[in-house]
């Protein structure tokens, strides 16, 4: 029996070993990364040097507004902030205080929070008070640590920073309830925000793939099924992605599974993120909870007749069983 343990302090764990964070996959055949560079070429930016934000968050926004304030009112730094709704939230953040869009102060992940407006991870920099200012920092012969530990305090502090509020949705897909809670939020009708809007698409190198198959035996409500994927089985609000199989007899809820991942019959899967080309044995039961989801590496087999524990991770196999067919 696989026992859970750490999750807390792993974050992203099995999902994140051998690769970085923005390459994981969202809403089944996207990638973190497609949507900061989505809103990047939407805002005209079409050449990306340095695009200073999160590559870990559900966001859609235009950075022409954003841009022309910062450059209106001459600030060293601009940030972007959203309103979330519980101090959990504000908690994991950089919680931001401002007057008139003046940013008075900032505390990055505070104990405490004195309010619930937050940094969403978008910054604007004027390059030579950024340097200049990163040179001071670097000279204390202390770790500059994230954006909201010493540089940004720093620039509040000459009174030099602005606060521009973003209205839309935002959330920070850093933790693996958020990860797996921000992907099923978008089965929902209306969704909070569409990967696939016309105006404003996310863009993404999609990997060639015949069309979902859906057996007979199948019983679905409030999933998505991408390009490849076979389904069988019973799958309840739920992301299945490339390649992925969910046999006969099994049974797939609250959960996402990553490119080319098995469900084998009989299995169960709840509250689960699958990473790709993991085999869930027949029969197995792996059985994540609101506040604490299930990982499992990329390849890793769940032995048949299992049981996975709320909050386990399993680490990635040590070798892919077979190429990943949807990466470049």
Request: glycine letters at 8%.
């Amino acid at each position: 029996m696989h026992r859970p343990g750490r999750w807390i302090r792993r974050r992203l764990g099995p999902l994140t070993d051998g690769r970085a964070k923005p390459s994981l996959p969202v809403g089944g055949h996207h990638r973190l990364i497609d949507i900061a560079l989505s809103n990047a070429a939407h805002s005209g930016l079409s050449d990306v040097w340095v695009l200073v934000c999160s590559a870990d968050h559900l966001v859609l926004i235009d950075h022409r507004p954003v841009i022309a304030e910062h450059l209106d009112t001459g600030a060293d730094a601009t940030v972007v902030t959203t309103e979330v709704t519980t101090d959990a939230d504000a908690a994991r953040a950089m919680v931001v205080q401002d007057t008139d869009g003046r940013g008075t102060a900032v505390d990055d992940k505070p104990e405490h929070p004195a309010g619930h407006v937050v940094g969403t991870e978008i910054f604007l920099y004027r390059p030579d008070r950024l340097g200049a200012v990163l040179h001071e920092l670097v000279g204390q012969d202390e770790d500059l640590g994230d954006h909201g530990d010493r540089l940004i305090p720093a620039l509040v502090a000459d009174a030099s920073v602005r606060a521009v509020r973003h209205d839309g949705h935002w959330r920070d897909l850093g933790t693996p309830e958020a990860y797996l809670d921000g992907q099923l939020a978008l089965l929902a009708d209306p969704p909070p925000l569409r990967l696939d809007d016309p105006r404003w698409p996310v863009l993404t190198s999609m990997p060639v793939r015949a069309p979902a198959r859906i057996e007979r035996t199948a019983e679905l409500d409030r999933t998505w099924v991408s390009p490849g994927a076979a389904v069988a089985g019973t799958v309840i609000n739920s992301i299945v992605g490339p390649g992925a199989r969910v046999a006969a007899g099994a049974e797939v809820r609250d959960s996402v599974l990553m490119a080319d991942a098995v469900v084998e019959p009989g299995a169960r899967v709840v509250r689960s993120v699958l990473a790709e080309q993991v085999v869930v044995g027949r029969d197995a039961r792996l059985a994540g909870t609101t506040a604490d989801p299930v990982l499992v590496g990329t390849g890793h087999r769940v032995d048949a007749q299992a049981r996975v524990d709320a909050g386990a991770q399993l680490d990635p196999a040590e070798r892919p069983r077979r190429p990943t067919r949807d990466h470049d």
